[in-house]
């Protein structure tokens, strides 16, 4: 015949030699499957616990700044920043000392706070986002070269219209008035015909054009 035919001992005796010569690997497999799904299980509860806890730090740091808690919001901060240096929470503790520090006149800890931001930003999103800050700082610093750096490294596509608007302004501080031109149009190009912004960029571009007609 085309294949064999076993009765029932002799199916059974072939599955016995079968076990006998795989059951250890299969038991190994499916004990190593286990421990998998069980680690795999444990590290999400562990993971989701961890950002709840970083979740709920920063909301006690956020009412510690509404009351204007100096030590609590030092303390609530560097918490953040040491023991949930992994969660997007973190970033926005520093992102946010970084601009308290901006209005304290400390510019160099500022400046500190936004690069560590940076480092530990995970998300491109919000990696964006700390990088346009970082950038603006460089620029609020008399460093538009700088400025212009750091927009030139930023890999997301995100706030568009914001970086090339702040391109422009660094570069009419760089005296170059055609490549700024270009870079407030772009920005314009970014925004929705509604946006609070495109009025603002509208007449920088118009006051790039009177200024080149009065240095014709």
Do not use: C
């Not at 064999?4 to 499916?30: C, H, T």
């Amino acid at each position: 015949m085309a294949f064999d035919i076993y009765d029932d001992y002799e199916q059974g005796e072939r599955v016995q030699q079968w076990l006998r010569k795989n059951g250890v690997s299969i038991a190994v497999g499916v004990a190593l499957g286990l421990v998998l799904i069980f680690g795999w299980q444990q590290w999400k509860s562990h993971r989701a616990g961890h950002e709840q806890a970083a979740a709920s730090e920063y909301s006690a740091l956020q009412l510690a700044v509404q009351q204007s808690r100096q030590t609590e919001i030092d303390l609530r901060t560097e918490t953040l920043m040491k023991d949930y240096s992994d969660t997007a929470w973190s970033v926005f503790a520093a992102g946010e000392r970084a601009q308290r520090n901006v209005t304290a006149g400390q510019v160099d800890k500022a400046s500190g706070d936004l690069e560590w931001a940076r480092a530990h930003a995970k998300d491109e999103t919000l990696k964006t986002l700390v990088e346009l800050r970082v950038a603006k700082l460089r620029y609020a610093q008399g460093k538009p070269q700088d400025a212009i750096a750091v927009l030139d490294g930023m890999k997301g596509k995100a706030f568009a219209a914001l970086s090339q608007e702040l391109r422009g302004d660094a570069l009419v501080k760089l005296g170059r008035p055609d490549d700024a031109r270009k870079a407030y149009q772009a920005a314009i190009a970014a925004m929705g015909d509604s946006a609070p912004q495109r009025g603002v960029v509208q007449t920088k571009l118009d006051d790039l054009a009177v200024a080149g007609k009065q240095g014709a």
